[in-house]
């Protein structure tokens, strides 16, 4: 194990007008809606996505602690598919008070560099923005927000920038990194 420094940046739209759409890739790829809790379809997208840039926050989650999650009331999870393959999501998390949080979003490795994860964020965060107005009981979207960090992928942060998404703070701490996990061991190149 070694410990690194970790850069997280915290970046936010305070309108629907931020949003700066990117245009939508060529080929066979759709955005579709994983409208039935899966906590394995759910922890096979965490872990195919974040298993190179070392997600680990939900790995030890059980089966119930899935499911409890993905039947909050608003949590939407969203799907990048290219020519039917899973390449990426992004999950969506209702605050309170009118705040949406993406929560996790990435694409698979193989998938990145494609263009496909403009494409995922711009229809995410516009999701993002109707889930207030559209959902009985909620109180319409007045922010929505997310953070990436220096362990993601290397265009993350200039894809939310260019999406819209302005700064609002930068923390800087020391992380102690295990071996990369993957999504199953040996997975990717050490």
């Not at 089966?63 to 409890?68: L, P, S, V």
């Not at 998390?93 to 403009?118: K, T």
Request: proline fraction near 8%; hydrophobic fraction near 35%.
């Amino acid at each position: 194990m070694t410990d690194i420094p970790v850069t997280t940046w915290s970046l936010e739209q305070s309108g629907p007008t931020d949003l700066l759409p990117a245009a939508a890739p060529q080929g066979a790829v759709r955005i579709d809606r994983a409208e039935a809790p899966s906590p394995e379809f759910s922890r096979f997208l965490y872990a195919s996505v974040g298993g190179d840039i070392h997600w680990t926050d939900r790995l030890g989650w059980s089966y119930a602690q899935w499911q409890k999650h993905l039947e909050r009331p608003g949590v939407e999870t969203w799907v990048a598919y290219e020519r039917g393959t899973p390449a990426g999501y992004a999950e969506l998390v209702p605050q309170g008070d009118g705040v949406v949080e993406i929560v996790h979003f990435g694409l698979i490795p193989a998938f990145r560099g494609r263009r496909i994860g403009g494409h995922l964020l711009s229809c995410g965060a516009a999701r993002a923005w109707d889930l207030g107005d559209r959902r009985p009981g909620l109180t319409p979207t007045t922010r929505v927000w997310l953070h990436t960090c220096s362990k993601d992928g290397e265009h993350a942060l200039d894809n939310y920038l260019r999406r819209g998404f302005r700064l609002f703070d930068t923390r800087v701490e020391e992380e102690t990194r295990a071996a990369t996990p993957g999504p199953w061991p040996g997975a990717y190149p050490v």
